[in-house]
């Protein structure tokens, strides 16, 4: 796909997708070195890749805040349940099953 105004190229959806694919568990630091060797010397529109990495940083940000709330519900899932535990009704003493 190319721009009509500066004859530089675009990712077109298809290599959007195939780079996307590529990046999508590494750190955005290295993801974009990805993205850097793939369009090197290919004359892609900087403001279209500029867009991308953002688009592809925008979604590392997303995966690491959704394992930090993972995590806070695990926790607060456990500090609930050792909380009802705790405050189960204790049997009698005298009433203890086989005594």
């Known amino acids: 796909m190319e721009q009509q105004h500066t004859g530089q190229k675009l990712l077109d959806p298809i290599e959007r997708a195939k780079l996307g694919v590529k990046v999508f568990n590494m750190p955005f630091s290295e993801a974009e070195k990805v993205i850097d060797e793939y369009v090197s010397g290919k004359n ?3 403001e279209g890749l500029a867009y991308f990495k953002d688009q592809v940083a925008t979604q590392r940000h997303i995966q690491e805040k959704s394992a930090e709330l993972l995590a806070t ?3 607060i899932v ?3 349940a050792n909380a009802f ?3 189960l009704p204790k049997p009698p003493a005298g009433n203890t099953p086989g005594a």
């Open 44 to 46: 892609y529109d900087a």
């Open 73 to 75: 519900g695990g926790e």
């Open 78 to 80: 456990r500090l609930v």
């Open 85 to 87: 535990i705790k405050n």
